[in-house]
């Protein structure tokens, strides 16, 4: 018997509500962005992302329903983002799954954010394991074993800023506008290292520190405005992207090696930047590693991977009751 699990993600500035088969086949998925919004502010502000949470999450869930061409009858489990993430905006999520867990009596399963980001890989290839996964978005930068479904060994993660927070704040720097990751990105395949960056934490550990490396672009803007020189955002972006893709890609092959294991997935808003792909992708080929990276829609921030990860957790027996609280920061276990 076929098991639909519908999922909803609220965490942050995305409003997404999905359809899982059998935690590997999309039915449907809705994802409305307030990106535009926030553009406005040069970033997220969660006061607004709640409120327009508040506002879409009915409409989203219906459109999601229509689009599936399926009522609630037909759903097998509610599946919902309970954290990490931005308070305000996790609780209107919630809030949601647990009405409809109530109302429809169904199970309510409990998915952690970063499970969801991982298991987005599955609704592209079945998870192999043992794999070594590399996360990393706006505010996570981590490196996590696992052994089995659902079973989650943290390596190593960013000891203060996180690859794609120093992304922005680099962007910043360079005046590219919000989001600046991707045209970071962008930018980068379009100049030269011509600029003296450190490469950030550059030690035997799995954790990553990119503060330094933000500050060291800060500083060297600075100087150079300070002589009257002009900095070159191109150059400037394939300098600092370089450092990035370097130190990730150094201590992710690490893991691999020294866990003995062939099988690298990549997850995360990050896991769009086409420097880190094209770098990861080449890595593993010489070392003949199984590489899977999910489509950029399944990067970002996505009801999918939170159904694709709810599955397994149902699965599993994972359930919670109508107690459950959102978590602005969480573990991962």
């Known amino acids: 018997m076929n098991t639909y699990i519908l999922a909803i993600e609220s965490s942050c500035d995305e409003t997404s509500v999905s359809i899982i088969k059998d935690g590997q086949e999309e039915i449907?998925?809705?994802?409305?962005?307030?990106?535009?919004?926030?553009?406005n502010y040069g970033g997220v502000v969660p006061e607004i992302a709640s409120r327009m949470h508040i506002e879409n999450i009915t409409l989203v869930i219906e459109k999601t329903l229509t689009k599936a061409n399926m009522t609630m009858?037909?759903?097998?489990?509610?599946?919902v983002t309970y954290g990490p993430g931005l308070i305000g905006s996790l609780l209107i999520g919630l809030m949601a799954a647990k009405t409809l867990?109530?109302?429809?009596?169904?199970?309510?399963?409990?998915v952690h954010?970063?499970?969801?980001?991982?298991?987005?890989?599955?609704?592209?290839?079945?998870?192999e394991f043992p794999l070594i996964a590399l996360v990393i978005s706006g505010g996570h930068t981590d490196l996590i074993y696992m052994k089995e479904d659902y079973s989650f060994e943290k390596l190593?993660?960013?000891?203060?800023?996180?690859v794609g927070e120093a992304?922005?704040?680099?962007?910043?720097?360079?005046?590219?506008?919000?989001?600046?990751?991707?045209?970071?990105?962008k930018l980068a395949h379009q100049g030269e290292d011509t600029y003296n960056l450190p490469l950030p934490l550059d030690d035997?550990?799995?954790?990553?520190?990119?503060?330094?490396?933000k500050s060291?672009?800060?500083n060297l803007v600075h100087n150079e405005k300070q002589r009257g020189n002009e900095i070159i955002p191109e150059n400037m972006a394939t300098s600092f992207q370089n450092r990035v893709v370097e130190i990730l890609t150094k201590k992710t092959m690490k893991a691999l090696k020294t866990y003995n294991v062939k099988n690298l997935i990549v997850a995360g808003g990050v896991a769009a930047n086409k420097g880190l792909r094209e770098r990861l992708t080449k890595e593993c080929e010489e070392n003949n590693i199984n590489l899977i990276i999910p489509e950029i829609k399944y990067c970002t921030d996505n009801a999918a991977m939170i159904g694709a990860a709810g599955y397994y957790a149902y699965k599993l027996g994972r359930r919670a009751d109508l107690s459950l609280n959102a978590k602005a920061s969480e573990r991962l276990n």
Do not use: E
């Open 101 to 110: 867990a109530f109302t429809y009596n169904k199970p309510l399963i409990p």
């Open 113 to 127: 954010h970063i499970a969801g980001h991982i298991y987005a890989n599955n609704l592209v290839q079945r998870l």
């Open 167 to 185: 992304y922005d704040k680099v962007a910043r720097v360079i005046n590219v506008p919000y989001p600046g990751g991707p045209l970071v990105d």
């Open 216 to 218: 060291a672009v800060i």
């Open 204 to 213: 035997d550990s799995y954790n990553f520190s990119f503060s330094g490396l």
């Open 28 to 39: 449907a998925t809705v994802v409305l962005s307030q990106m535009d919004t926030h553009a």
């Open 73 to 79: 009858d037909d759903i097998t489990a509610i599946a």
């Open 156 to 162: 190593g993660g960013t000891l203060d800023d996180a």
